[in-house]
């Protein structure tokens, strides 16, 4: 089974509780996840937000920092990835595929400047909120309805400029809507499961996610038992199964959010991906189908969006 995975919090885990991405106590690690035919893996940098300002700047880059050193440690088993051809020879030589996002943009401490600072560090794609309001924008649980800062449109633009993805997870309704007025390109949902099906401020409405679809983004499915309703591979097929109604064929993908939300005893961590995968295989859903959910609408995504970024640089 191959596996390209929209979001894990596992980079930053391992960053604050002193492990390694080799092997560690947490959902993913490259021991694991190189078991799998082929995998590519956005790792976040998560940002509180209790943290403000220079220092929220500051820990982003320690983080991002970390990344480079395990790829350093461990080149055998993980590759940075900063352009397509990059991603076309991370995954053919075995390796692990990281593509480094920043869950967060107060991460920018309100200054465009640092757009440039990430991007030179190889990030690729910035989630615009946690659940609280920043400089940029208000987070789903922020209590605030407004949209987009004026910073905020300014940054979304800028970062289209140097190639770094918008993501509206967690962002607000109002936010969500000025992103995809605001931006030129396509923009994801890393992590977002179908409000539809389970009302919670985190999930995406079905024009939400014909918005994402109809700009060419995509839509990752999350294993948060609060926004599928219930933690099971039931829940996690209808939410399937609902965006492949919507003609999301060649949209939705994972972002199991591994890291980021406790999980059942049995599943463990990310080897329950070929679990999940075989569970789907015996519900009879097309292996074409399945390959473009588990990997393959990620992998044409991120090629045509890493060729851009090669292209601008």
């Not at 995968?277 to 074409?288: Q, S």
């Amino acid at each position: 089974m191959r596996l390209f995975d929209l979001h894990c919090d596992t980079l930053t885990e391992c960053y604050d509780k002193g492990e390694n991405l080799l092997e560690n106590h947490r959902h993913v690690d490259l021991a694991r996840g190189g078991k799998l035919e082929a995998w590519a893996q956005l790792f976040a940098v998560w940002m509180p937000d209790s943290l403000r300002g220079e220092a929220a700047f500051d820990r982003c880059c320690a983080v991002l920092d970390f990344a480079r050193e395990q790829a350093g440690r461990y080149p055998g088993r993980l590759g940075i990835v900063e352009d397509a051809a990059g991603l076309r020879d991370t995954l053919d030589s075995g390796r692990c595929a990281g593509i480094l996002t920043v869950e967060g943009a107060s991460a920018l401490a309100g200054d465009l400047r640092h757009l440039e600072d990430l991007a030179a560090r190889g990030v690729k794609l910035i989630t615009i909120t946690w659940n609280g309001s920043n400089e940029l924008g208000h987070g789903c649980l922020s209590g605030c309805p407004d949209g987009l800062t004026p910073f905020g449109k300014r940054a979304v633009r800028r970062m289209e400029e140097l190639s770094i993805l918008p993501d509206v997870s967690h962002l607000n309704e109002a936010g969500f809507w000025d992103v995809a007025e605001t931006a030129a390109g396509p923009f994801l949902a890393s992590h977002s499961v179908s409000a539809a099906l389970c009302l919670s401020p985190r999930n995406l409405d079905d024009r939400q996610f014909a918005a994402i679809r109809d700009r060419g983004g995509l839509v990752g499915i999350n294993f948060c038992a609060g926004q599928l309703g219930e933690q099971t591979f039931e829940a996690i097929e209808r939410h399937l199964d609902h965006y492949l109604s919507l003609e999301g064929g060649r949209t939705v993908a994972f972002g199991a959010d591994l890291d980021g939300t406790d999980l059942p005893p049995g599943w463990g961590g990310i080897q329950v991906m070929e679990r999940l995968y075989d569970y789907l295989c015996r519900k009879n859903y097309d292996a074409v189908c399945l390959d473009r959910v588990f990997f393959g609408n990620c992998y044409d995504f991120f090629l045509r969006a890493l060729t851009k970024a090669a292209d601008i640089e």
